[in-house]
């Protein structure tokens, strides 16, 4: 059994674009697309807030974990929840499975995106400012990505384009 290398995650924080930017890739690349927030969602049959209004961020970032370990892709692009990198297993396997894209945007553009953060599903701490979730995520992104995609003033289209250029 060869191991599958060719899957393309994209990481980042909430309302980078992951998903939109993913299908895009996807379309272009002749990939498949899986979005690992669906896959919560299908595997626990709740949306994503309900799932962490009910069992609270530790049942959460749980079904979220044991989502990212149950998909096995190939020739995909993964787009991931903004949280997925508060589980290293998953991270780990993610990176197993090919290269990890941070897609990264400036805190006042991502504080500008995110307006619906409860519906959005968004995983904060009891407390936790956006300023604090941004820090934290940060570092850990960046400790995760293969390659680090700047979103600074980029279209949905220029993101893509700088994707396939550095896949290439």
């Known amino acids: 059994m060869e ?3 060719n899957n393309i995650t994209l990481i980042g924080m909430p309302a980078s674009g992951k998903s939109t930017v993913g299908v895009i890739l996807a379309k272009i690349l002749g990939l498949s697309f899986v979005d690992t ?3 919560i969602q299908q595997r626990e049959g709740a949306l994503l807030c309900d799932i962490i209004s009910e069992r609270g961020l530790e ?3 749980k079904a979220e974990e044991s989502a990212v370990l149950s998909i096995s892709p190939s020739n995909t692009v993964i787009a991931t ?3 997925v990198v508060y589980s290293e297993a998953g991270m780990e396997y993610l990176k197993s499975l090919g290269k990890v894209v941070y897609l990264k945007v400036e805190k006042e553009d991502l ?3 995110l307006h619906n953060i409860k519906q959005r599903g968004v995983v904060l701490s009891p407390g936790e400012t956006l300023d604090e979730m941004y820090a934290t ?3 850990l ?3 995760y990505a ?3 995609i700047d979103e600074t003033n980029a279209s949905v289209e220029e993101t893509v384009e700088m994707i396939r250029e550095l896949m290439k």
């Open 111 to 113: 504080f500008k995106r």
């Open 141 to 143: 992104y960046e400790k």
């Open 59 to 61: 049942g959460f970032l």
């Open 3 to 5: 191991s599958v290398k």
């Open 137 to 139: 995520r940060s570092v």
């Open 81 to 83: 929840g903004g949280s």
């Open 146 to 148: 293969d390659i680090v």
């Open 37 to 39: 927030d669906l896959v």
